[in-house]
């Protein structure tokens, strides 16, 4: 039998991680308007990303769900286009536009063909700066919505998610969630479109990423073309909000056969210096992978779950540090006794050398694999913006992963986990918890 | 040079092929002398590599009684040879920057890692060694019976969405084992053993029933080489079983079947036909049926959601489905969700109706126009993903299809006439061989 001579080989190779070799170009238009650009020539298309600060935290008091409505109304009709044929028109140009939202932005993610690509920019234009709000179209979207709000309450995976936000953030826009009520969103004008379209889509808070087989002397004039018709400011951010929560759980009872967990407490804004380290920190102990503490203890060792994950999660307004697992009824309690447990251990003892090092190899080594596509790639170029990263920072993150080391874990440890704080919302019918 | 092209190709917008390379001159096959499979997908754009190995083996490959062993084998792969201690797999992976995972399938089980290019051996060499060697204990397997069981309370028993789809499939499928849900029936799931797995893991994995595809930034010659020193010595299975399922009697009666549960806030009716899949050399009427789900309610534009949720406004949403990649007969599917105020038997009338209409009315040839040109566009973006590349030869030939199948398919949804999408309408809409099911919320039932 061979033996894995190679494998240790290998092993000892990997200290010399990938660099990602992307070549990012910084764009400004005539107009003024900043864009990120990977130019890659070998695939006759292009990958837009537009994302504007704020998105669905800034619906105005009563007026929850508006901007959700509104960025769902955006491929319903534009300029002299109803729906349909706003429809029609992108399909015979193989043109795609993805209209999202979040807590925090409105994301626009196009992509389109070289061969009619200002067909398919003028048609985008349109929609970001002239939709319709055709009555016809809001009351349609408006029922798709409400049976999306549905389905939702009556999902447990969701529920716990509203749940753990009401919790956290009470009357704050994330503390509910961004559909609003079957009330609310009845009560939606088309005035209140036109004002949450105004509020949202403008330039004070756009941020551009592109890749693909497109110049940046290209890619300048489209951003003109695109946005030059939007207002220059927009509604005010919505405020910080602060984190606090006791240890504890709080069941919310619904009859399903597994229950389904959220945990967390406070986490740590993307600038603070100590977010690197708490990045690999929770990388060991709940990151993707099976080899995560949370995964080797709760799967691996007893089978209490399928998935089990932890996850930092920096807004704009509030930072949260959250875990999700999903066990039977019976054996949820056990589940979140080890999650605890786990959480305690960590915050007193931080890491091993050997499970820093682990981590610092996967995650260096995965980052360049981030990379894979001009989708993914104008999307990261959008992130990086709007986390305030700066342009060279694709060569420069893997070298602050190293750069960390044994203590700023511990001490970081000791700072971001805080077990005192750790709750659990519970939806289901768990067996031995008692709220 | 560049820009003069793309000037010209706006042109000729929809008649023009695009000027793109298309996937067939970055694709290369070889055979082991071992009859394993392999085919690379050359992508030099970024340093790394996808690697998989698909087994012609899945779920409806099992024998009565053991359902989900396809699915738990999957797992237990990761548990351990006789080199690699349990989980030191992907940790290897990891700690050289991969990352790995592995999925069961009615007709394959595939495993994969992403990773840099100049680890491939590493991963051949680890996925060769448990392609035979897998190291098992009777009872710490258990542990991992245990996951299976919480994955299917995950995906299925939490979701009535998922249970109506079992039992919807259970009652599509008379014979066939297509009829069995992937991940196993509950019942079965808690008695599977290390036996089971181990009968499963004997008799299909082997090189011969096997296919390699990497993807991403390597050479053909390299790979070749590579894929020769690690899985070249593993023997043939001389014994592996010719791939014949029990197959579908002449269905004689609709199935009409109701299911019913609290949780539902959404009711809508779904219809599955028994439907032909794509066959080797023969894949003319599964791309006319995939034009036929296009046409009928691929988009917004399309004949069921203009009807019902556009002009009628009877429906939340309404459409058509249908996926010809399938090693034996398939289904062709549709759905009405309808609005507040219309019941699922008006739902049901709605849809039946305006399906009656489309077949009287025929196809709308701007319609077809724009579904052909997304689908050429289609090879266009599909370069972008050497991943999604990777799934898709994987899947074909672990489906009964060949590299020449995969190459002819677009040049045959391109040469599909209208006629051609109703002559396979007329065939595939017999309702002896549907199965209509109504999800209700269980209000609705008591009323």
């Given at each position: 039998m061979k033996v894995f001579g190679s494998l240790i080989a290998f092993m000892l190779l990997v200290a010399a991680p990938l660099r990602a070799e992307i070549d990012i170009a910084e764009v400004t238009s005539p107009g003024g308007v900043t864009a990120w650009l990977v130019q890659e020539?070998?695939?006759?298309f292009v990958a837009l990303e537009l994302r504007f600060k704020g998105g669905a935290s800034l619906d105005l008091p009563g007026k929850r769900g508006a901007t959700n409505l509104m960025v769902g109304l955006l491929?319903?009709?534009?300029g002299d286009l109803d729906s349909r044929a706003f429809s029609e028109r992108a399909e015979s140009l193989a043109a795609s536009f993805d209209f999202d939202i979040g807590d925090d932005a409105v994301s626009i993610s196009a992509r389109f063909l070289v061969e009619n690509q200002d067909e398919a920019l003028a048609l985008l234009r349109d929609a970001i700066t002239q939709p319709r709000f055709d009555q016809d179209a809001i009351d349609r979207v408006k029922a798709q919505i409400v049976s999306v709000v549905r389905s939702d309450a009556q999902d447990p995976d969701n529920l716990v998610g509203v749940a753990f936000d009401t919790m956290v953030f009470g009357d704050h826009p994330y503390g509910s969630a961004i559909e609003g009520t079957e009330d609310s969103i009845a009560a939606l004008t088309r005035d209140d479109l036109i004002e949450a379209h105004k509020g949202a889509l403008a330039r004070d808070r756009v941020y551009v990423g592109a890749a693909g087989d497109i110049s940046a002397e290209e890619l300048a004039v489209v951003l003109d073309k695109l946005l030059v018709d939007l207002p220059e400011t927009g509604t005010l951010q919505a405020a910080a909000v602060d984190v606090s929560t006791e240890a504890g759980v709080t069941v919310v009872p619904f009859d399903v056969p597994q229950s389904v967990a959220i945990f967390g407490h406070e986490g740590i804004a993307r600038d603070d210096p100590d977010f690197f380290p708490a990045f690999v920190l929770n990388e060991i102990l709940g990151g993707g992978g099976f080899e995560a503490r949370l995964m080797e203890e709760v799967r691996e060792k007893r089978g209490l779950t399928y998935g089990v994950y932890s996850y930092l999660v920096p807004k704009d307004h509030a930072s949260l540090y959250l875990g999700r697992v999903s066990s039977a009824n019976d054996r949820i309690a056990e589940a979140i006794k080890v999650i605890r447990d786990e959480w305690s251990k960590m915050a007193e003892t931080g890491v091993t050398e050997e499970e820093l090092e682990v981590a610092k190899t996967y995650l260096t080594g995965a980052y360049?694999?981030?990379?894979?596509g001009n989708g993914p790639i104008a999307n990261i170029l959008v992130g990086m913006q709007m986390d305030d990263l700066p342009v060279d920072y694709v060569n420069t993150r893997n070298a602050k992963i190293e750069a960390i080391t044994l203590d700023d874990i511990k001490r970081v440890a000791a700072r971001v986990l805080k077990p005192e704080a750790l709750h659990f919302v519970v939806v289901g019918q768990p067996e031995g918890l008692d709220s | 040079m560049r820009r003069l092209i793309a000037l010209a190709g706006a042109c000729v917008l929809a008649a023009a092929p695009l000027r793109a390379d298309t996937i067939e001159d970055q694709v290369t096959t070889f055979q082991l002398e071992n009859g394993m499979d392999v085919v690379v997908i050359e992508d030099h754009r970024a340093p790394a590599v996808v690697h998989m190995v698909w087994y012609r083996a899945g779920s409806a490959d099992e024998q009565p009684g053991v359902s989900g062993v396809a699915h738990f084998l999957e797992h237990l792969l990761f548990k351990g040879t006789e080199k690699l201690a349990p989980g030191e797999f992907s940790e290897t992976v990891k700690a050289n920057g991969g990352t790995d995972n592995a999925f069961t399938s009615f007709d394959y089980t595939a495993y994969f890692q992403r990773i840099a290019a100049d680890r491939l051996g590493l991963m051949m060499e680890m996925e060769a060694d448990r392609m035979k060697n897998i190291q098992l204990d009777r009872e710490d397997i258990l542990t991992e019976r245990d996951v299976i069981i919480e994955e299917r309370n995950q995906r299925v028993e939490n979701d009535p969405g998922s249970l109506f789809r079992e039992q919807r499939m259970a009652a599509q499928y008379?014979?066939?084992?297509?009829?069995?849900?992937i991940i196993g029936w509950r019942h079965e799931m808690v008695n599977l053993d290390l036996d089971d797995a181990l009968a499963y893991y004997r008799q299909f994995y082997s090189p011969n029933n096997a296919v390699l595809v990497v993807a991403g930034d390597v050479l053909p010659d390299d790979v070749l080489a590579l894929a020769q020193e690690h899985y070249g010595p593993i023997p043939r299975n001389e014994a592996l079983p010719e791939r014949v399922r029990p197959s579908e009697p002449p269905q004689m009666a609709e199935r009409r079947i109701s299911f019913s549960d609290p949780r539902v806030a959404q009711p809508y009716v779904m219809r599955t036909y028994l439907a032909p899949e794509r066959d080797s050399g023969d894949q003319r009427t599964a791309a006319a049926l995939t034009l036929l789900a296009e046409v009928l309610g691929g988009s917004q534009t399309s004949v069921l959601p203009q009807k019902l949720q556009f002009e009628e406004k009877r429906a939340v949403y309404a459409g058509a489905f249908y996926s010809g990649l399938s090693l034996d007969d398939t289904t062709f599917g549709v759905v009405n969700v309808p609005?507040?105020?219309?019941t699922l038997e008006e739902a049901e009338a709605d849809m039946d109706r305006v399906i009656a209409d489309f077949m009287e009315t025929g196809v709308d040839p701007a319609q077809l126009d724009r579904i052909k040109f997304q689908l050429r566009a289609s090879q266009v973006y599909e370069l972008d993903s050497s991943n999604s590349l990777a799934n898709r030869y994987g899947a074909a030939l672990t489906s009964g299809l060949t590299v020449e199948d995969v190459h002819e398919w677009p040049r045959i949804l391109q040469s599909i006439t209208p006629e051609d999408i109703l002559t396979a309408a007329q065939e595939v809409f017999d309702r002896k061989n549907a199965v209509t099911g109504f999800l209700r919320t269980a209000e609705e039932v008591t009323q």
């Amino acid at each position: 039998m061979k033996v894995f001579g190679s494998l240790i080989a290998f092993m000892l190779l990997v200290a010399a991680p990938l660099r990602a070799e992307i070549d990012i170009a910084e764009v400004t238009s005539p107009g003024g308007v900043t864009a990120w650009l990977v130019q890659e020539e070998s695939i006759p298309f292009v990958a837009l990303e537009l994302r504007f600060k704020g998105g669905a935290s800034l619906d105005l008091p009563g007026k929850r769900g508006a901007t959700n409505l509104m960025v769902g109304l955006l491929e319903e009709g534009a300029g002299d286009l109803d729906s349909r044929a706003f429809s029609e028109r992108a399909e015979s140009l193989a043109a795609s536009f993805d209209f999202d939202i979040g807590d925090d932005a409105v994301s626009i993610s196009a992509r389109f063909l070289v061969e009619n690509q200002d067909e398919a920019l003028a048609l985008l234009r349109d929609a970001i700066t002239q939709p319709r709000f055709d009555q016809d179209a809001i009351d349609r979207v408006k029922a798709q919505i409400v049976s999306v709000v549905r389905s939702d309450a009556q999902d447990p995976d969701n529920l716990v998610g509203v749940a753990f936000d009401t919790m956290v953030f009470g009357d704050h826009p994330y503390g509910s969630a961004i559909e609003g009520t079957e009330d609310s969103i009845a009560a939606l004008t088309r005035d209140d479109l036109i004002e949450a379209h105004k509020g949202a889509l403008a330039r004070d808070r756009v941020y551009v990423g592109a890749a693909g087989d497109i110049s940046a002397e290209e890619l300048a004039v489209v951003l003109d073309k695109l946005l030059v018709d939007l207002p220059e400011t927009g509604t005010l951010q919505a405020a910080a909000v602060d984190v606090s929560t006791e240890a504890g759980v709080t069941v919310v009872p619904f009859d399903v056969p597994q229950s389904v967990a959220i945990f967390g407490h406070e986490g740590i804004a993307r600038d603070d210096p100590d977010f690197f380290p708490a990045f690999v920190l929770n990388e060991i102990l709940g990151g993707g992978g099976f080899e995560a503490r949370l995964m080797e203890e709760v799967r691996e060792k007893r089978g209490l779950t399928y998935g089990v994950y932890s996850y930092l999660v920096p807004k704009d307004h509030a930072s949260l540090y959250l875990g999700r697992v999903s066990s039977a009824n019976d054996r949820i309690a056990e589940a979140i006794k080890v999650i605890r447990d786990e959480w305690s251990k960590m915050a007193e003892t931080g890491v091993t050398e050997e499970e820093l090092e682990v981590a610092k190899t996967y995650l260096t080594g995965a980052y360049p694999l981030r990379f894979d596509g001009n989708g993914p790639i104008a999307n990261i170029l959008v992130g990086m913006q709007m986390d305030d990263l700066p342009v060279d920072y694709v060569n420069t993150r893997n070298a602050k992963i190293e750069a960390i080391t044994l203590d700023d874990i511990k001490r970081v440890a000791a700072r971001v986990l805080k077990p005192e704080a750790l709750h659990f919302v519970v939806v289901g019918q768990p067996e031995g918890l008692d709220s | 040079m560049r820009r003069l092209i793309a000037l010209a190709g706006a042109c000729v917008l929809a008649a023009a092929p695009l000027r793109a390379d298309t996937i067939e001159d970055q694709v290369t096959t070889f055979q082991l002398e071992n009859g394993m499979d392999v085919v690379v997908i050359e992508d030099h754009r970024a340093p790394a590599v996808v690697h998989m190995v698909w087994y012609r083996a899945g779920s409806a490959d099992e024998q009565p009684g053991v359902s989900g062993v396809a699915h738990f084998l999957e797992h237990l792969l990761f548990k351990g040879t006789e080199k690699l201690a349990p989980g030191e797999f992907s940790e290897t992976v990891k700690a050289n920057g991969g990352t790995d995972n592995a999925f069961t399938s009615f007709d394959y089980t595939a495993y994969f890692q992403r990773i840099a290019a100049d680890r491939l051996g590493l991963m051949m060499e680890m996925e060769a060694d448990r392609m035979k060697n897998i190291q098992l204990d009777r009872e710490d397997i258990l542990t991992e019976r245990d996951v299976i069981i919480e994955e299917r309370n995950q995906r299925v028993e939490n979701d009535p969405g998922s249970l109506f789809r079992e039992q919807r499939m259970a009652a599509q499928y008379l014979n066939h084992p297509y009829g069995t849900p992937i991940i196993g029936w509950r019942h079965e799931m808690v008695n599977l053993d290390l036996d089971d797995a181990l009968a499963y893991y004997r008799q299909f994995y082997s090189p011969n029933n096997a296919v390699l595809v990497v993807a991403g930034d390597v050479l053909p010659d390299d790979v070749l080489a590579l894929a020769q020193e690690h899985y070249g010595p593993i023997p043939r299975n001389e014994a592996l079983p010719e791939r014949v399922r029990p197959s579908e009697p002449p269905q004689m009666a609709e199935r009409r079947i109701s299911f019913s549960d609290p949780r539902v806030a959404q009711p809508y009716v779904m219809r599955t036909y028994l439907a032909p899949e794509r066959d080797s050399g023969d894949q003319r009427t599964a791309a006319a049926l995939t034009l036929l789900a296009e046409v009928l309610g691929g988009s917004q534009t399309s004949v069921l959601p203009q009807k019902l949720q556009f002009e009628e406004k009877r429906a939340v949403y309404a459409g058509a489905f249908y996926s010809g990649l399938s090693l034996d007969d398939t289904t062709f599917g549709v759905v009405n969700v309808p609005a507040q105020g219309v019941t699922l038997e008006e739902a049901e009338a709605d849809m039946d109706r305006v399906i009656a209409d489309f077949m009287e009315t025929g196809v709308d040839p701007a319609q077809l126009d724009r579904i052909k040109f997304q689908l050429r566009a289609s090879q266009v973006y599909e370069l972008d993903s050497s991943n999604s590349l990777a799934n898709r030869y994987g899947a074909a030939l672990t489906s009964g299809l060949t590299v020449e199948d995969v190459h002819e398919w677009p040049r045959i949804l391109q040469s599909i006439t209208p006629e051609d999408i109703l002559t396979a309408a007329q065939e595939v809409f017999d309702r002896k061989n549907a199965v209509t099911g109504f999800l209700r919320t269980a209000e609705e039932v008591t009323q």
